[in-house]
């Protein structure tokens, strides 16, 4: 069978430091923004949301920043652990559906 | 509380086949939608049902994929008859309301070969 692109953009860190996993998102009416965590063998997993109205979001560890202006997202993840290794993905959708629209993804990678 | 279950967790099967996949919700999630996520993108959304209604299935390949959600709790996704492209991973997920936190189960991981 074919063979799908697998290579995923991936983000190496050390363990302790913090991590920055960024999206471009492409439609300028998404009011509603998700982070997901996949490890292998799981569904996406909700790490933290933002709407549109905010441009920063703190939960434990981790921070969303979206600037609406050139549409992007950010997730930080403070001190790094070797349990946050994982494919990370951003997902808008708008108010009047609840579609969601995922981005590519970037696998993190913790070294010790 | 119970997470979203799907069954079976791996699939093999011969191309133009059929197969299909099953859905439990968590127990009151009113919405439930199906997603299709090919090795190394993204979840793409399939269908979306709200109770036992489709409110979205503008991306399912309607001449092979069905999906059904009788009584407005389980689901099931069918495809007949698969194809190579087919193969992934199909990802079920409910919220108790549109627009509100998605809750994913563990997939279904099919492969046509």
């Known amino acids: 069978g074919e063979s799908v692109g697998l290579h995923l953009p991936t983000l190496s860190v050390q363990e302790g430091d913090n991590s920055i996993i960024n999206c471009a998102y492409s439609n300028s009416a998404s009011d509603y923004f998700i982070w997901y965590k996949q490890e292998s063998g799981k569904g996406p997993q909700f790490i933290i949301d933002?709407?549109?109205?905010?441009d920063k979001r703190q939960g434990q560890r981790v921070t969303v920043l979206l600037n609406k202006t050139v549409k992007h997202l950010s997730l930080q993840i403070a001190a790094t652990q070797p349990g946050d290794s994982a494919v990370y993905f951003c997902?808008?959708?708008?108010?009047?559906?609840?579609?969601?629209?995922f981005g590519t993804g970037t696998r993190l990678q913790v070294t010790l | 509380e119970a997470g979203v279950a799907q069954s079976p967790r791996y699939k093999i099967i011969e191309k133009r086949q059929s197969v299909a996949f099953w859905c439990n919700p968590i127990?009151?999630?009113?919405?439930l939608y199906w997603y299709q996520q090919i090795l190394g993108q993204g979840p793409k959304l399939l269908i979306q049902f709200q109770n036992n209604g489709v409110v979205d299935d503008s991306q399912l390949p309607k001449d092979r994929f069905s999906a059904e959600r009788l009584k407005g709790v389980d689901s099931t996704l069918k495809i007949q008859p698969a194809k190579l492209e087919d193969s992934a991973v199909y990802l079920c997920?409910?919220?108790?309301?549109?627009?509100?936190?998605?809750?994913f189960g563990s997939g279904t991981r099919l492969t046509v070969v």
């Open positions: 127990s009151g999630h009113a919405t």
């Open positions: 933002i709407r549109s109205n905010m």
């Open positions: 997920a409910s919220s108790f309301r549109p627009h509100g936190g998605y809750t």
């Open positions: 997902a808008e959708t708008t108010g009047t559906a609840s579609k969601l629209t």
